[in-house]
């Protein structure tokens, strides 16, 4: 019962953001978990391409470099798509950006790229493979939806990074809102909030010892997120186990957002 519960087996990935960090690490708990294939997208092509050969010792993951934060560069991605599949079974919208500068200095350019990025664009690809997600969904199967959100848009300490921690919030209330748009087609819509996970964007912090181990100490498990612990709960979510979840933001931080 166990296996098939979090079986991944046959299903169609599309993992945004997919060639570091959270993205890379939940494409190949996927794969790792029977996923036919995975699909993963990037601004960075090189990039891309090099961590879809990567990932494939673990199974078929397949690179479509692009820009999601750009109208063409969304809608270039979504016809590769089609082109290639019938249907697919899982999205996660995990591409991001943040932008921090103290509120005084804080520009509109990047409050703009991070809102257009973090919300708008993962709200037009659900609309653009909503087609494809409902193609193979049933009541006994249904697709499956994972919002990439954050602690950030749950505590209320934006540690100067206004407009991220207003996109994380904006993500989340999009997630419930999708989440009874769409169970009419079974597809399912979550999100899933991180805290610390290394990353490129907490290069910053965990290259400071003393900022790090300082840090640390606001987290009750005392560590940050490993690979293992962003891709068990993306399994679960995209699996059979949540099937009877929808519409639910859950927080996988050590438990910082409960104390702060």
């Known amino acids: 019962m166990i296996e098939s519960l979090f079986s991944m087996q046959d299903k ?19 794969l ?6 995975v699909y993963i997208t990037a601004r960075k092509a090189e990039a891309c391409v090099s961590a879809a050969e990567e990932l494939s010792q673990y199974g078929e993951c397949i690179a479509v470099p692009g820009d999601m934060a750009t109208t063409d560069g969304l809608q270039t991605f979504v016809s590769e798509l089609i082109s290639r599949e019938q ?22 350019k990047g409050w703009d790229k991070v809102m257009d990025i973090n919300v708008k ?25 994972i919002n990439i959100g954050s602690i950030a848009g749950i505590i209320g300490n934006g540690l ?6 207003a996109s994380k ?10 989440s009874t748009e ?9 999100a899933i909030a991180p805290g610390r996970f290394y990353s490129k964007m907490t290069e910053f912090l965990s290259s400071d010892q003393k900022a790090f181990e300082d840090e640390l100490k606001t987290i009750p498990m005392r ?38």
Not at 130 to 141: D, G
Request: hydrophobic share 45%; glycine share 12%; proline share 4%.
């Open 12 to 30: 169609i990935c599309v993992v945004t953001g997919g060639s570091r960090g959270l993205g890379a690490y939940m494409t190949q708990g996927f």
């Open 32 to 37: 790792e978990a029977g996923a036919k294939r």
């Open 87 to 108: 249907h697919i079974d899982v999205l996660v919208n995990n591409a991001g950006a943040g932008w921090g500068a103290p509120f005084g200095e804080f520009p509109e």
């Open 121 to 145: 664009s993962p709200f037009f690809l659900v609309q653009a493979l909503t087609p494809l997600l409902r193609s193979n969904a049933s009541a006994e199967n249904t697709a499956s939806i």
């Open 160 to 165: 100067d990074n206004f407009s991220y921690a």
């Open 169 to 178: 919030t904006a993500i989340h209330q999009l997630t419930r809102i999708l």
């Open 182 to 190: 769409l169970a009419k087609d079974h597809i399912r819509v979550n």
């Open 223 to 260: 560590r940050w997120g490993e690979a293992s612990d962003i891709a068990g709960v993306a399994i679960m979510l995209a699996s059979q186990a949540g099937a009877f979840i929808t519409g639910q933001v859950i927080p996988v931080d050590g438990g910082t957002s409960v104390i702060n």
